[in-house]
């Protein structure tokens, strides 16, 4: 059990500190409760500039699932139930990882303009909504979150990026997240392929999540662009260097290139990418 509201010392008319306590919390429910009491606040709450000082142990989470390294996480066929599960559950911990990190956008990084600070509170309530579709749906097959082993790939990114705002924008929307735009439709073809009813209904939550990560990528693009701008860089080769720097996976053909655009990527950056 993670700490309650009343256990932590913030003042709820700050939004970035408010936005640490939902971090920290490892309660499931409670992190989801809060990152919606978030966001549907964000337009009242004051924004204070000022430093703060970054607790142990972040992010909060559950005991489980499991964190292994990437490769050794099982692969099983959805076409079993078990198989099924596992895959729910992979999409799921992945949700669960981007409330975390929308939330470690929000607390983070001070003397940003408000927008950002209100843009970040909507993605982790948004992402609140995805994780708790799809608990749901695990719990109707049996299953649970924490069920299945599963990795940490997109903390570490954030982890990589804590000194850096721009890089965070950069690699982790506009690089990592934008990997599901194009994996989505992979996916939903897969579950389609399986035809059952708990199949059917995952690509039901996929298009959910597909038409609200569009955004969620658009929103990374655009404090990209704008951080650019501000300190003078040009963002395309900019990001070239980011992805050396940081060590960014190279991201592999096929490109959800409709989706891509919708997200705000230009001509140039998806030739890029296509080269």
Same mark, same amino acid.
């Given at each position: 059990?993670?700490?309650?509201?009343?256990?932590?010392?913030?003042?709820?008319?700050?939004?970035?500190?408010?936005?640490?306590?939902?971090?920290?919390?490892?309660?499931?429910?409670?992190?989801?409760?809060?990152?919606?009491?978030?966001?549907?606040?964000?337009?009242?709450?004051?924004?204070?500039?000022?430093?703060?000082?970054?607790?142990?142990?972040?992010?909060?989470?559950?005991?489980?699932?499991?964190?292994?390294?990437?490769?050794?996480?099982?692969?099983?066929?959805?076409?079993?139930?078990?198989?099924?599960?596992?895959?729910?559950?992979?999409?799921?911990?992945?949700?669960?990882?981007?409330?975390?990190?929308?939330?470690?956008?929000?607390?983070?990084?001070?003397?940003?303009?408000?927008?950002?600070?209100?843009?970040?509170?909507? #993605?982790?309530?948004?992402?609140?909504?995805?994780?708790?579709?799809?608990?749901?749906?695990?719990?109707?097959?049996?299953?649970?979150?924490?069920?299945?082993?599963?990795?940490?790939?997109?903390?570490?990114?954030?982890?990589?990026?804590?000194?850096?705002?721009?890089?965070?924008?950069?690699? #982790?929307?506009?690089?990592?997240?934008?990997?599901?735009?194009?994996?989505?439709?992979?996916?939903?073809?897969?579950?389609?392929?399986?035809?059952?009813?708990?199949?059917?209904?995952?690509?039901?939550?996929?298009?959910?999540?597909?038409?609200?990560?569009?955004?969620?990528?658009?929103?990374?693009?655009?404090?990209?662009?704008?951080?650019?701008?501000?300190?003078?860089?040009?963002?395309?080769?900019?990001?070239?260097?980011?992805?050396?720097?940081?060590?960014?996976?190279?991201?592999?053909?096929?490109?959800?290139?409709?989706?891509?655009?919708?997200?705000?990527?230009?001509?140039?950056?998806?030739?890029?990418?296509?080269?």
């Amino acid at each position: 059990m993670g700490p309650t509201p009343h256990d932590l010392p913030t003042d709820p008319r700050e939004l970035r500190a408010t936005a640490l306590q939902a971090l920290q919390t490892t309660d499931l429910k409670q992190k989801v409760a809060l990152a919606h009491e978030l966001s549907a606040q964000a337009a009242s709450l004051f924004i204070a500039n000022s430093h703060l000082e970054e607790p142990e142990n972040l992010p909060g989470r559950p005991a489980q699932p499991l964190l292994i390294a990437p490769g050794k996480v099982p692969r099983r066929s959805p076409h079993t139930p078990a198989g099924l599960a596992a895959l729910l559950h992979a999409i799921a911990h992945i949700e669960f990882n981007a409330i975390n990190l929308a939330l470690d956008a929000v607390w983070r990084f001070a003397d940003m303009p408000k927008a950002y600070y209100r843009d970040w509170a909507k #993605v982790a309530a948004e992402e609140a909504y995805h994780f708790s579709l799809l608990r749901a749906h695990l719990q109707e097959g049996g299953h649970d979150y924490g069920d299945f082993p599963a990795h940490d790939g997109l903390w570490q990114m954030v982890e990589k990026t804590r000194h850096d705002i721009t890089a965070r924008m950069a690699l #982790v929307p506009r690089t990592l997240e934008a990997r599901g735009l194009d994996a989505t439709p992979l996916i939903q073809a897969k579950l389609r392929a399986v035809g059952t009813p708990s199949a059917l209904r995952a690509v039901e939550i996929l298009d959910i999540i597909l038409a609200d990560e569009i955004g969620h990528v658009a929103i990374g693009n655009h404090w990209y662009r704008w951080l650019c701008a501000r300190d003078g860089l040009e963002p395309v080769a900019h990001y070239r260097a980011l992805v050396v720097q940081y060590n960014a996976p190279r991201l592999q053909a096929p490109f959800n290139e409709a989706a891509r655009r919708r997200a705000g990527f230009t001509d140039e950056e998806l030739a890029a990418l296509l080269a």
